[in-house]
């Protein structure tokens, strides 16, 4: 029973539409991370929100808005697709400082968009 | 800012042989330092973690020591095994409820017979 469950997998767009992609956790963290992974760059932080209703920028937000409905859902949005978002994105959860300080992130499994 | 330096790109290896993959860090702060393991088609996981100095938290026959003096957080192994295929991140962060995780590139290590 996965507890970051991504949806879709895979997905194909155009240039210049419009992409949603959706996030759901069942481990009750109030943190929640975007994520693309690129060959060469390896996982670079898109967007982040610590609670239901709060986003953050992370290191790469230029091109996509996020938005965190309730405490399980974390969406990642691009208003306008381009060929350079084409990448693997992944969501993940993270326990808070967890019981050594050190916070834990739990990853989906991954989307893979394709934008032509 | 806090930045990983790891060992990337591909490593292949034969079966039986140690494992080896470097990382270096720079950071403020006292960071915390992790190894995170993404098999083909999984996700990321955490295989490591580590705050304090010149401790060696072991997993499934990895290792790696946090060493301060030195900045460095290696991951190793003794024995390689075709299972250990995968791809392998070296991450920071400052610690503390929220703390951004800081990856390096990732190595791709391929375990052959």
């Known amino acids: 029973e996965a507890a970051v469950t991504q949806s879709p997998r895979n997905k194909v767009a155009v240039t210049g539409g419009k992409v949603t992609l959706s996030c759901n956790q069942t481990?009750?963290?109030?943190?929640m991370y975007w994520y693309r992974q690129d060959t060469g760059h390896g996982l670079r932080l898109i967007h982040y929100?610590?609670?239901?209703?709060?986003?953050e920028k992370g290191d790469i937000p230029d091109g996509y808005k996020a938005s965190r409905p309730s405490q399980e859902n974390f969406s990642l949005i691009l208003e306008l697709a381009t060929p350079s978002q084409t990448s693997v994105y992944f969501c993940?959860?993270?326990?808070?400082?967890?019981?050594?300080?050190?916070?834990?992130?739990?990853f989906g499994s991954g989307t893979r968009l394709t934008v032509l | 800012g806090d930045s990983v330096t790891q060992t990337e790109g591909l490593v292949t290896l034969t079966e039986g042989l140690p494992v080896m993959l470097n990382c270096t860090y720079q950071?403020?702060?006292?960071?915390?330092l992790f190894w995170y393991v993404q098999h083909l088609n999984e996700a990321p996981k955490l295989l490591l973690k580590?705050?304090?100095?010149?401790k060696r938290p072991e997993h499934q026959g990895f290792h790696a020591t946090l060493h301060k003096s030195s900045s460095s957080f290696h991951l190793q192994k003794s024995s390689a095994q075709l299972s250990d295929s995968a791809l392998y991140y070296c991450?920071?962060?400052?610690?503390?409820?929220?703390?951004?995780?800081?990856f390096g590139k990732g190595a791709k290590l391929t375990v052959s017979p």
């Open positions: 993940a959860s993270g326990d808070g400082a967890g019981g050594d300080g050190a916070e834990t992130l739990y």
């Open positions: 481990n009750n963290h109030n943190n």
């Open positions: 929100s610590y609670g239901a209703g709060s986003t």
């Open positions: 950071s403020t702060y006292s960071p915390f």
């Open positions: 580590s705050f304090t100095d010149n």
């Open positions: 991450a920071l962060s400052d610690g503390g409820t929220g703390s951004k995780l800081s």
